[in-house]
């Protein structure tokens, strides 16, 4: 495996290619050329990318399309294409997260707080789309995040750019739901390493002391995700997180709590007891699931 430090350098390598207007409009030109048009690449030609780049010296275009030549763009018999890695910056360029930062106050959204009943708001600031409750404290208890916050999850300014604020709190948690699905599941579908889960600590215990996580959250029965490579952590409800998996599946379906925040409104006001190492959820019909650690459920 290589140390940390030579895979800096070649980090820093990549990106240095990446500080030329010129170099990322190639890429601009090649995604419009080969990617837009479908999922399978097609080729664009040099001359082709050269007038839409517009640099007419030769010299020039050729150098700045060879810098990027091997690891952002492909050299074919029959013209350039966008390699992945070039894909990706097009991806990241276009979600806004390296140069938006859009502010929206805060607006009625669908729903009500799950706590109180009050009619939620939503808002977006600092690159995380926020719920909030106007009346109560709400769920998170933390320094950085004001009273009354229900959820506060990580959303691209392109979510919220040219998009009403009622579909972008939708979709910001339909979004957020694969991510505890996946977490849940094992895995981080950030970068495909392990996730460690773990459910709050037994009556006595102590918290883990990484200072991430149950002490902010106004909730006994919440599960914290963290993934060790790439550092994506994560707090959920484990119904909620399990919701694509029985008995979950069935019990929403059944009762038809759709996915997403109605999802979270559901399970957040159900009683969780500490039972050894498991929380056992009841529904107000008295309904009860069992969550072991490993995030198994089993309906009681
Ligand atoms: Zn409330
Ligand atoms: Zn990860």
Redesign the pocket.
Known sequence: MDSIAAVRSRDAIAFSVLDSEVRLAILDSLYERTVASGPLAGNAAYSTIQADVGVEDSGRFSYHLDKLTDQFVTKTESGYRLAEPGREVIRLRRTGVFTADPTLEPEPVDGE??????GLRALYRRGYLVTR??????LIDHELVDD?T?ASVSYPPSGVTGVDIQTAFERSHRRSAHTFRAMSAGFCPNCGHDVTATLPPADGDRPGDDGYGFRHVNHDGMVRFACDHCGCRHISHPLYATDDREPMATFFTRNGIAPGWERIAAVMPWSVTVAGADLVFETPDGVRFRVGDDLDVRRE
């Open positions: 707080c799950y706590l109180c009943g009050a409750c106007p009346d109560c404290v709400g009354g229900l």
